[in-house]
């Protein structure tokens, strides 16, 4: 089956450490995103990739760092910077336009220690 | 700038009732415009899309909306809800650059 794959499902981190949230897809698509999602907040943009090895900030980057080394694979790592890091997270891709479908995989919960 | 509006954070309505959410829009041409649906703890679910054409857009499990450039909306519409639809809804508009904006959501509660 295609589609987009995050792990760990729940995740917990501890003060001053740095943790790192999965997501792989087998869509073959060129665009990646992590969201954030707070309740009552929608889905804020942190960082998204166009191509591999090339990445930009979105609306709330600070505290937060990412990768794409391979086409299929847009790590996050959620840093000791990042003050209130407990939210959902979301990853998506989509073919690589602004306006393409994007298809999300099912979250990542982080809470903290 | 670019914006995206849902007006009601919370709707219930009575299962086999209509419903229709509110999507407001700021966009500066025509926009290609969205609406996802989450389930609690899952991922977002594309319910239906406008790029161009046909103002009136059918989706899956009976959903359809209806872009009114002269309102700037595009609300989302269902016949008669079922238990299963309860959930939250998101509206967007993009393309803004390579990203999409997404509304805050409206989350569906369906009454017995």
């Known amino acids: 089956d295609g589609g987009i794959t995050q792990s760990p499902k729940y995740l917990f981190r501890k003060e001053g450490q740095n943790v790192t949230l999965s997501c792989e897809q087998n869509?073959?698509?060129?665009?990646m995103y992590w969201y954030r999602q707070d309740p009552g907040q929608g889905l804020r943009l942190i960082y998204y990739?166009?191509?591999?090895?090339?990445?930009q900030k979105g609306d709330i980057a600070e505290g937060y760092s990412v990768s794409r080394e391979k086409k299929e694979s847009f790590p996050l790592t959620v840093t000791s910077a990042q003050k209130n890091p407990t939210a959902f997270y979301l990853c998506?891709?989509?073919?690589?336009?602004?306006?393409?479908?994007?298809?999300f995989g099912a979250g990542t919960r982080l809470s903290v220690l | 700038a670019q914006s995206v509006t849902q007006p009601d954070i919370h709707i219930t309505v009575s299962e086999g009732a209509s419903l229709e959410l509110r999507c407001n829009y700021s966009?500066?041409?025509?926009?290609?415009l969205f609406w996802y649906v989450q389930s609690p703890g899952q991922g977002l679910q594309l319910l239906l899309k406008?790029?161009?054409?046909?103002?009136l857009v059918q989706g899956i499990k009976g959903f359809e909306a209806e872009f009114k450039r002269s309102q700037s909306s595009f609300n989302l519409r269902k016949p008669s809800v079922h238990w299963s639809d309860a959930a939250e809804y998101f509206c967007?508009?993009?393309?803004?650059?390579?990203?999409?904006?997404f509304g805050k959501g409206t989350r569906l509660h369906i009454l017995p």
């Open positions: 998506a891709s989509s073919m690589g336009q602004g306006s393409d479908i994007q298809y």
């Open positions: 869509l073959n698509h060129d665009a």
């Open positions: 990739s166009q191509i591999v090895n090339d990445f």
């Open positions: 966009y500066g041409a025509t926009p290609y």
């Open positions: 406008y790029f161009s054409g046909d103002t």
């Open positions: 967007a508009v993009g393309p803004w650059g390579d990203k999409i904006i």
